[in-house]
Each structure stands twice: as C-alpha cells, then as structure tokens.
C-alpha cells in the first residue's frame, strides 16, 4: 500500500509547526518532511531537522536538475521539497507531511492531485500580528513583508480541501487528526 501525502500550509504564525509537532507525537507512524531552505537558521533550530540548510547556488542547481517537487521564494529566501524523498517515503507505505508555503502546496497538487490539501487559518490578521511579534524571531521589516503575504495566503486558502482556524490549539489538533483518519487511506 503507497502512503498518503498531506500538504499543511497557513500564514506564518498561524501555529502550523506547533499543530504538526503535537500531531507527530500522537502519529509516530507519520513521517514529516524535511525541506531544503536558503535562509539562516533560527535559534535551536538543527540542518537535516528542521531544514537541510543550504547555499542559493546549491538550490539553483537543484531547480536545474529538476530535483525538487516543488519550490518557492518566500521573504527572500528559497524554499524546496525533494521529490526523491517524497516518492521514496509514499512507496514504503509511509504517510508523509509537508508543510508549505501556499505557492509550493499548488506545485504539489497540481503534480500530485491525490494529496490532502490542510490550510491553518489565523483567528484574525490582528492575533496573526501578534503571534509573530511573540516569537522575537523576525526584525521588523520581516514582520511587515510576512503581513502583506497575509492577503495572498488567505486568498489561495479556498483552493485547499480543507481549512482549520486556529483559535483554539487543543481543537484545531482535534480537527487536524479527525481530517488525517479520514482521509489516510
């Protein structure tokens, strides 16, 4: 039996990475992938755990070779999935997750049709605002490009299969694991 891809995306700070971690951790027969980024490392964060961390001429090369299933710029930094893994994991039998930029989870589906599309949806653009000025992760010029992203992404939300607000994380969770029962076979 091939494995079930699942395409999660949502503004930044909406709590995709919070969702996902409590997930894996009642799911540890999901696997998460790893993406391959250009931007520099946040605190604690690890290369071949959170990303595979690498140059810009490192990804050039890999659009080249065509090795990505998809990839995006995003706050100036690139972005990308493998396709290798993606394939290698689903032939397995192993449900994977990708968590992606809204313009990368279009790649997907439209490469892969059969993937579940999950869109994390702030409660509002005012608790969005705040949730990434709480991280103290980002200077205020970033702050400001990632809220104008905020319109595009909310517009491309009707395009995935489904869409959770997270205004409350215990249910958004409940949500986000009724969707993967659903849907994982």
């Given at each position: 039996m091939t494995g079930r891809l699942?395409?999660?995306?949502?503004?930044?700070?909406v709590g995709k990475g919070t969702i996902l971690k409590m997930f894996l951790e009642k799911n540890p027969d999901?696997?998460?992938?790893?993406?391959?980024?250009?931007?520099?490392?946040?605190?604690?964060e690890k290369?071949?755990?959170?990303?595979?961390f690498i140059s810009e001429d490192e990804f050039?090369?890999?659009?080249?070779?065509?090795?990505?299933?998809?990839?995006?710029?995003?706050?100036g930094n690139f972005y990308g999935t493998?396709?290798?893994?993606v394939e290698k994991t689903l032939a397995k039998g192993i449900d994977?997750?990708?968590?992606?930029?809204?313009?990368?989870a279009k790649q997907v589906k439209e490469k892969m049709p059969d993937a579940v599309?999950?869109?994390?949806m702030p409660p509002s653009i005012e608790e969005l605002e705040k949730r990434l000025r709480g991280r103290h992760t980002e200077d205020e010029a970033t702050i400001q490009k990632r809220l104008k992203q905020v319109e595009r992404e909310l517009e491309a939300s009707k395009t995935f299969d489904y869409i959770?607000?997270?205004?409350?994380?215990?249910?958004?969770?409940?949500q986000f694991q009724n969707i993967y029962d659903e849907r994982k076979e």
């Open positions: 699942f395409i999660i995306a949502g503004c930044s700070g999901v696997k998460f992938s790893i993406s391959a980024t250009t931007r520099n490392p946040r605190e604690g290369d071949g755990v959170n990303y595979f050039q090369k890999a659009i080249e070779n065509k090795e990505f299933l998809e990839w995006a710029e995003f706050s493998k396709k290798s893994f994977l997750i990708l968590e992606i930029e809204v313009q990368g599309s999950i869109f994390i959770i607000v997270n205004d409350n994380l215990e249910k958004a969770l409940t």
